[in-house]
């Protein structure tokens, strides 16, 4: 079993960056997917990054498009930790963020949440405008 538990978020006006971290225990990070996703009042929940094994020692990274150019994912095995960077923050970026991880998981299906087994409690985000 894995626990996650992520951390990071508040309130912060819109053009402001927060990072969000997501704590992996039980088990070890390493070769897992992990994928970020959110959820706003009334709406379902969309996925927003992920990271996934590609082979060769590395792992290759996704993020959606709403968010591409501002958000970055980033993973440090050694802390088993994951990392939402998050810039140029915009209201409708209010949200609670989730983090979510699947050792089964490959490039193919890792933005897919339905596919994850694991899922963090976790952490809202609002951003002022």
């Known amino acids: 079993q894995v626990q996650l538990v992520e951390s990071g978020g508040g309130l912060v006006q819109a053009g402001g960056s927060l990072r969000l971290s997501c704590a992996a225990s039980?088990?070890?990070?390493?070769?897992?997917?992990a994928g970020w996703f959110r959820q706003a009042p009334g709406k379902e929940r969309e996925f927003v990054a992920a990271t996934a094994w590609s082979g060769g020692n590395a792992y290759s990274a996704v993020v959606a498009q709403s968010v591409k150019g501002r958000f970055t994912i980033s993973r440090d095995d050694a802390k088993n930790t994951v990392y939402l960077h998050m810039n140029s923050l915009k209201p409708e970026d209010t949200a609670v963020y989730y983090c979510?991880?699947?050792?089964?998981?490959?490039?193919?299906?890792?933005?897919?949440?339905?596919?994850?087994?694991?899922w963090g409690q976790g952490t809202q985000v609002t951003v002022s405008s």
């Open positions: 979510a991880a699947d050792p089964l998981i490959n490039e193919a299906t890792m933005t897919k949440g339905l596919e994850y087994d694991y």
């Open positions: 039980g088990r070890t990070l390493r070769g897992y997917a």
